[in-house]
């Protein structure tokens, strides 16, 4: 829904200092988060683990997996459903706004200047990509937990203690590598006799992980409580495109929108599955290169640090197919991550898109006059 490093070269990676003090705050956020609600790095939500029993929590870890699916790239204006609420980000700030259980609208404002404009190593082509990533699940940790204490008072009160959280991220994450790395390879080794074919071997795998990924969608589309965050999710991109369309922004004009956004952070999740089976079929190739053979723990421990680059060359493409809006080839190329919005995104009643539309005009602050009336082409912050 996120880029996960610790083997081999990636390890150097992240210990640069850019990145010590950011992955310290982020984890530490993880650890704050309430079980159905987490959202791991991989995307997958971690839940309380008050019996310590893995099947009871099993079902309330991949809850949270949705939370991801909801974010997007940055872009002049993005954001992410929340709970019972939703975040915008527009350059400079962010806002989020949450309905508490009385009805009442809470603002929560910062100002935000991204690593990728400040700093000219992380401009750079992927680079930035794997910066975007890893700032906007800062961001979307930050604002889930606060929309956590705003909407659900009583889980504020009673957080999980620290060895269960540490139990449920591990577990979550382990999860995740068996869902989307462990399982699509196994299952294409033991089916076909092709390992050796890199290009074919992973076309399969591919296949068969983005397979996992649908019916996973669909599987958490059927609880109440992801249901009503989707609808969320569908106010946050009306009002996204009501604002890019330069009519005045209220809730009339927004409902008359699509809820499904090319940049929404499906269609991202869904162009980093199609860009993996490139990625993994050339780092297969040249192990068969230089070894004469590949194996299944070969390819584990080749892919998993691989994961970033990923990340970086799909963000590279979602810039692109947001420019080339009207290249058949890249519209055919978004195609699929708007299909599967229709899952992740539902229709939103009028609050919702109050809620959204009161996000965007707090994120803006002073300056929402004079940004809104104009026409704003897609183009990333």
């Given at each position: ?85 939703v975040m915008m980000r527009v350059p400079g700030a962010y806002a989020t706004a949450v309905r508490d259980p009385e009805g009442n609208i809470h603002i929560d404002k910062h100002g935000f200047t991204s ?267």
């Amino acid at each position: 829904m996120a880029p996960q490093t610790g083997l081999s070269g990636w390890s150097h990676f992240f210990a640069h200092e850019t990145f010590e003090n950011p992955l310290k705050n982020l984890m530490h956020k993880l650890t704050r988060v309430p079980a159905r609600l987490r959202c791991a790095f991989v995307g997958l939500a971690a839940d309380k683990l008050k019996s310590l029993s893995l099947f009871s929590s099993h079902i309330k870890f991949i809850k949270g997996f949705a939370l991801l699916t909801l974010m997007k790239p940055s872009i002049l204006v993005g954001g992410q459903a929340v709970i019972e609420g939703v975040m915008m980000r527009v350059p400079g700030a962010y806002a989020t706004a949450v309905r508490d259980p009385e009805g009442n609208i809470h603002i929560d404002k910062h100002g935000f200047t991204s690593r990728v404009e400040s700093s000219a190593f992380w401009k750079k082509p992927i680079l930035r990509g794997i910066m975007a990533l890893f700032e906007s699940m800062k961001m979307g940790m930050s604002t889930l937990q606060w929309s956590v204490d705003i909407a659900m008072p009583e889980e504020a009160e009673n957080p999980p203690g620290k060895l269960t959280n540490f139990f449920s991220m591990l577990f979550a994450i382990g999860l995740a590598i068996i869902m989307f790395i462990v399982a699509p390879l196994w299952i294409t080794t033991w089916l076909l006799d092709i390992e050796r074919e890199a290009l074919f071997f992973n076309l399969v795998a591919g296949c068969f992980r983005i397979s996992f990924f649908i019916l996973y969608l669909l599987a958490i589309s059927m609880m109440k409580d992801i249901k009503r965050l989707f609808c969320y999710h569908g106010a946050e991109h009306r009002v996204v495109f009501n604002f890019e369309s330069g009519k005045t922004v209220n809730i009339e004009n927004a409902q008359s929108f699509p809820t499904h956004h090319p940049r929404c952070g499906t269609s991202f999740l869904f162009i980093v599955l199609l860009s993996a089976i490139l990625v993994f079929a050339l780092i297969d190739t040249i192990i068969i290169a230089i070894l004469g053979k590949i194996t299944i723990l070969y390819r584990i421990a080749f892919h998993l640090p691989l994961i970033p680059l990923v990340a970086g060359i799909s963000y590279e493409i979602i810039k692109i197919t947001a420019k080339k809006d009207k290249n058949l080839f890249f519209r055919a190329l978004r195609t699929p991550g708007l299909w599967l919005q229709r899952i992740t995104t539902q229709p939103p009643d009028d609050e919702m898109v109050d809620v959204a539309i009161t996000a965007l005009k707090n994120a803006f602050g002073d300056k929402y006059d004079e940004m809104t009336g104009k026409k704003y082409t897609a183009e990333a912050i």
